[in-house]
């Protein structure tokens, strides 16, 4: 599986952004989609999951209630709708795939297989 990840950009506090992920592949369906993201000088963290059937979801507790995962399998896509954006969001984002079970919430960077190179978002006081 290749992922395509882009959307980032600049965007003043309070704005949105949408990234989209797209993956290569027929079997997108049946992967676990997950973005992560890495601010500088710190690890990259998890950001949120959704599985491939589209029932489970998980996310940091720092974005929740802001940030909405969504998935088109139609278009091998997965989607990152970033709301109320703070400057703490502020951070490379990547996409990330695993072929994993419908239920468990894949939170763990060494969970999944497949990365994408990233996009920056950058998010001005």
């Known amino acids: 599986v290749q992922l395509q990840a882009c959307g980032g950009g600049l965007v003043q506090a309070g704005g949105c952004l949408r990234l989209s992920c797209a993956a290569s592949g027929r079997t997108f369906s049946t992967y676990v989609m997950g973005w992560f993201r890495q601010a500088p000088g710190k690890e990259r963290e998890f950001v949120t999951t959704i599985n491939w059937n589209m029932r489970t979801t998980s996310y940091a507790d720092s974005v929740k209630g802001r940030f909405t995962i969504s998935r088109d399998n139609a278009k091998n896509t997965v989607y990152l709708q970033m709301n109320s954006l703070k400057p703490e969001d502020t951070a490379v984002y990547y996409c990330?795939?695993?072929?994993?079970?419908?239920?468990?919430?894949?939170?763990?960077?060494?969970?999944?297989?497949?990365w994408g190179q990233g996009t920056q978002v950058t998010v001005s006081s």
């Open positions: 990330a795939a695993v072929s994993g079970s419908a239920s468990y919430r894949y939170t763990k960077e060494w969970e999944y297989d497949y």
